[in-house]
């Protein structure tokens, strides 16, 4: 069962205790969702990215199956800039 599959199932623990690991903000929770369902933490704040690096990032991770819907990806691209935009 693939990890994202598995996330969506609420069956990845790690998924829910990763939070911490991420800035305290409206968004903490969709980013979480949305995108620690297949990254660690680690791997999402390793770099900062210019807002135009980060849309293209989440504009891939969605073609790649991350679920969210429009309004969703501009939050969490709000959150990606504010704590890890250069």
């Not at 660690?40 to 293209?56: G, I, M, N, R």
């Not at 891939?60 to 501009?74: F, H, L, S």
């Amino acid at each position: 069962m693939s990890r994202a599959l598995l996330a969506a199932a609420g069956l990845l623990l790690p998924v829910c205790a990763c939070a911490e690991a991420f800035p305290e903000a409206p968004e903490r929770a969709l980013v979480v969702r949305a995108c620690a369902a297949c990254h660690a933490p680690e791997l999402v704040v390793a770099k900062h990215h210019t807002p135009e690096e980060w849309d293209d990032i989440i504009a891939k991770m969605v073609d790649r199956g991350a679920v969210a819907n429009e309004d969703e990806q501009q939050q969490i691209l709000n959150y990606l800039i504010r704590f890890y935009g250069r």
